[in-house]
T-cell receptor, first 116, second 109 residues
Framework: EPEVTQTPSHQVTQMGQEVILRCVPI?????FYWYRQILGQKVEFLVS????????KSEIFDDQFSVERPDGSNFTLKIRSTKLEDSAMYFC??????????????FGPGTRLLVL | KNEVEQSPQNLTAQEGEFITINCSYS?????LHWLQQHPGGGIVSLFM???GKKKHGRLIATINIQEKHSSLHITASHPRDSAVYIC???????????FGQGTRLTINP
């Protein structure tokens, strides 16, 4: 069965460093998402991406964050200068259809980011 | 803005028991997602439903759109069902999902 994959599974970085989290969505999917979950808290929406541009972003997704789909398969989240509070599990998700969020989203296994 | 509340927050039961987890939301929606988060952190989508009931194996999800309420049931629970169960709904007019805080289920042998 097709699945969303994410690399790395774990990343430890120093505060102020740049990190890139990578995701390979399911191949025929059109909508892509990043979510994060700080330890002990709810999963939060960061950004959605469709047709090679951001379609929606949350207030968390400030200028330190960026997303791109550089080669038609990978979908990346870049954090330019990490802060301690960026430590979280980051989930990528994808779904097949445009329109509303009624279609099932398929989640990747997550990348656990620790900023020291 | 849609608010999602789950109950209970924690649930411990013995193997074989029938489990019910509840989810309420504040703004009318067209569909609701139930997700399972494994102890290692990964998330799996269990159900997306917009009306009535769906069944998959020992899992049953129901939704009452008028009452803005959904339940997830597990029959003949097993220790491998131990996980965090999360419901999520679309934010009205938006693409994103809004998540509940999760219900931590522990099934003891």
């Amino acid at each position: 069965e097709p699945e969303v994959t994410q690399t790395p599974s774990h990343q430890v970085t120093q505060m102020g460093q740049e990190v890139i989290l990578r995701c390979v969505p399911i191949s025929n999917h059109l909508y892509f998402y990043w979510y994060r979950q700080i330890l002990g808290q709810k999963v939060e929406f960061l950004v959605s991406f469709y047709n090679n541009e951001i379609s929606e972003k949350s207030e968390i997704f400030d200028d330190q964050f960026s997303v791109e789909r550089p080669d038609g398969s990978n979908f990346t989240l870049k954090i330019r200068s990490t802060k301690l509070e960026d430590s979280a599990m980051y989930f990528c998700a994808s779904r097949s259809l445009a329109g509303t969020a009624q279609e099932t989203q398929y989640f990747g296994p997550g990348t656990r980011l620790l900023v020291l | 803005k849609n608010e999602v509340e789950q109950s209970p927050q924690n649930l411990t039961a013995q193997e074989g028991e029938f489990i019910t987890i509840n989810c309420s939301y504040s703004v009318g929606i067209s569909a609701l997602h139930w997700l399972q988060q494994h102890p290692g952190g990964g998330i799996v989508s269990l159900f997306m439903l917009s009306s009535g009931k769906k069944k998959h194996g020992r899992l049953i999800a129901t939704i009452n759109i008028q009452e803005k309420h959904s339940s997830l049931h597990i029959t003949a629970s097993h220790p491998r069902d131990s996980a965090v169960y999360i419901c999520a709904v679309p934010e009205q007019g938006a693409q994103k999902l809004v998540f509940g805080q999760g219900t931590r289920l522990t099934i003891n042998p």
